[in-house]
């Protein structure tokens, strides 16, 4: 069984900075690519950044140029480094794989995703 754990949310200023890490365990057994989603309080889930098997990456524009997602070398970690973060980045923030997107795959819907985390919360103070 796949097991996904996010970690590192928190509360933090506006302009701040956080970093979220998230894990995968449990073989997959296949290549697959990773996202972090978010769900804001009354609003639909929604992407923030993808990152392929080999660590080929997508943002959303919201956090275009604040936001890097990134992948260790075992593959089995990626984390989301957020800067300059606003209040509108306010969200359970869900880290997400997807085991038939190959090694180039950035899928960009929420459907395509197999496993989940629990999520993780984020909040920022203005």
């Known amino acids: 069984q796949v097991h996904v754990v996010e970690s590192g949310g928190g509360l933090v200023q506006t302009g701040g900075s956080l970093t979220l890490s998230c894990s995968v365990s449990?073989?997959?057994?296949?290549?697959?690519?990773m996202a972090w989603f978010r769900r804001a309080p009354g609003k639909e889930r929604e992407l923030v950044a993808i990152?392929?098997?080999?660590?080929?990456?997508y943002y959303s524009d919201p956090v275009k140029g604040r936001f890097r997602i990134s992948r260790d070398n075992a593959k089995t970690t990626i984390y989301l480094q957020m800067t300059n973060l606003k209040p509108e980045d306010t969200a359970v923030y869900y880290c997400?794989?997807?085991?038939?997107?190959?090694?180039?795959?950035?899928?960009?819907?929420?459907?395509?995703?197999?496993?989940w985390g629990q999520g993780t919360q984020v909040t920022v103070s203005s």
């Open positions: 997400a794989a997807d085991r038939d997107s190959g090694l180039y795959g950035t899928p960009t819907s929420r459907y395509e995703y197999d496993w």
């Open positions: 449990g073989h997959p057994g296949t290549r697959y690519a």
């Open positions: 990152i392929s098997w080999m660590s080929d990456t």
